[in-house]
């Protein structure tokens, strides 16, 4: 007779893995457990291929996962690992007797000859491992679906959030010891110097990667301005670097412009075409022959762009987790904050500064879960527009929610004196502020702040490095625009940077 299937209405959140189904057992392969771990005391070669495959979690049997916990400390500590080695760890780790002694170890190693075939075993006990995974949290998933207390988006979000985890093969540690920690760090140092310096993503401007060493793995950074300043132009000329020079994969959630606008813009910035000739289509042979070639680059470019709008925080997690997955992005940029819901089931109240809070609390969540920075626009308020002499931005004229500063890692600001018809900048030299800009980091958790110029041409949006050279494709010599024009210009980093046209003289 088939098992009757019942739901134990009481369990919570139980770390036993239960069935569904009474009686039958949870998916395992305690016989390969002990082939593996007997060739793994006998051939150094199996210690290399399991050791990257299982963690001591992936054992069903508890002695098990006690003795490759052992096997573990000695291969991170460069130990010899042989069943002397392993019996003499488990009796520090005080788990020997807990195992079954010195006996049960001297059987592992006699039921198995050599360690072949270790890494495909290895994957065996992975693959139950992740099944019994799937059990216990849709189990759980069951249990909290059947709460009418539930908030229905939190646990979707939840849901979606454990079963990622199991598709990267990584569920979840609570905690994680010293010993390992700090092996971790050594290997990310050791990565660094590989890197000359730069440990983050490269954004481009080479004043900001000195301050920053690129953008940083969990890392929420926040960058606001007033409207007008130039904030999506920044973010895009940003994007393109990374995406294009650095090949990095990128995610653009854009709130307020549409994917083919932002995508004209990245065009225009490539082929140094206005965005009013693509517009109306009105091109001439030599500059249909340049938007053809120039495209090629942002054609292949890992940019991947949503204008979804009134994106909630459930929404942008579940797409990022996927994209993440998928194509193994970098970055995520959100343009912008103020745009974003909180979703769930609105018990907000109306209470916008809280809803704020919210997303920023899970936009640096969404970061650390990914590992990978996030950078979200921000709107300042117009305290600004109301000081009497500098207009250059403070932590406290972020809008909405002092939340956004405790949440993020890095703020910065955008600020552009000439908007305000100021001619001259603040400082010693009294140096003429027009064509330029300045990137303001007021707050780097893990660095310094710096107030840092860029060049800025508003007649195309652009905003550069203030010691490279650009020239738009319009005001090329005339004796280059003829047909051997594509053959005679140099690459597209060297003329057009990350240039890009507005519609418009005043950017966003």
């Not at 540690?173 to 920690?181: F, I, N, P, V």
Request: proline share 4%; aromatic share 8%.
């Amino acid at each position: 007779m088939e098992p009757e299937k019942v739901l134990n209405p009481n369990y919570k959140n139980s770390q036993n893995i239960i069935s569904l189904e009474k009686g039958k057992i949870p998916p395992q392969a305690v016989d390969l457990e002990e082939a593996v771990l007997g060739a793994m005391m006998i051939d150094k070669k199996g210690v290399d291929e399991a050791i990257d495959i299982l963690k001591p979690d992936a054992f069903y049997k508890d002695a098990h996962k006690h003795i490759y916990d052992a096997i573990e400390m000695l291969f991170k500590a460069s130990q010899p690992i042989d069943i002397l080695t392993v019996s003499t760890q488990l009796r520090k780790n005080g788990k020997l007797e807990l195992v079954g002694g010195d006996f049960y170890l001297i059987n592992l190693t006699q039921k198995i000859a050599s360690s072949a075939h270790i890494e495909f075993h290895s994957r065996i006990i992975l693959q139950k491992f992740i099944q019994r995974s799937l059990i216990k949290i849709s189990s759980e998933i069951i249990e909290d679906a059947y709460d009418e207390s539930s908030d229905i988006f939190e646990l979707l979000d939840q849901a979606e959030s454990k079963l990622y985890d199991v598709t990267q093969g990584n569920i979840k540690k609570s905690t994680e010891t010293a010993q390992s920690l700090v092996a971790q760090a050594k290997k990310r140092i050791e990565e660094i110097g590989k890197r000359e310096g730069l440990s983050g993503l490269p954004t481009g401007f080479h004043k900001l990667d000195g301050l920053t060493s690129g953008w940083q793995p969990s890392d929420l950074i926040i960058i606001a301005a007033r409207p007008g300043m130039g904030k999506t132009a920044f973010v895009l000329s940003m994007a393109r670097n990374i995406a294009i020079d650095a090949n990095r994969g990128v995610a653009f959630f854009s709130l307020e412009m549409s994917s083919v606008q932002l995508i004209t813009r990245l065009i225009s910035s490539e082929t140094g075409l206005s965005s009013e000739k693509l517009r109306t289509g009105k091109l001439e042979q030599h500059e249909w022959e340049q938007l053809n070639v120039k495209v090629k680059d942002l054609e292949k470019a890992p940019l991947f762009i949503d204008d979804s709008p009134s994106l909630s925080i459930f929404d942008l997690r579940a797409k990022a987790r996927r994209l993440k997955s998928q194509y193994d992005i970098q970055l995520i940029v959100i343009d912008y904050l103020q745009l974003m819901t909180a979703g769930g089931n609105g018990k907000g109240g109306g209470n916008r500064e809280q809803e704020i809070s919210t997303i920023s609390r899970n936009l640096k969540g969404l970061a650390k879960e990914l590992n990978i920075p996030v950078i979200a626009l921000s709107q300042l308020s117009r305290a600004v527009e109301t000081r009497g002499s500098s207009k250059r931005p403070l932590l406290s004229d972020l809008r909405e929610s002092g939340a956004i500063e405790q949440d993020a890692d890095i703020v910065s600001f955008i600020y552009r004196p000439e908007y305000y018809k100021i001619d001259v900048w603040d400082d010693d030299e009294q140096s003429p502020t027009e064509g330029q800009a300045e990137f303001i980091v007021a707050k780097h958790r893990n660095g310094g702040l710096d107030n840092i110029r860029l060049k800025f041409l508003g007649k195309f949006g652009k905003f550069d490095n203030l010691d490279d050279a650009f020239m738009p494709f319009d005001e090329f010599p005339s004796s280059m625009n003829d047909r051997n024009l594509t053959n005679d210009l140099p690459p597209s980093d060297q003329i057009f940077g990350s240039s890009f046209s507005d519609d418009s003289d005043v950017p966003f």
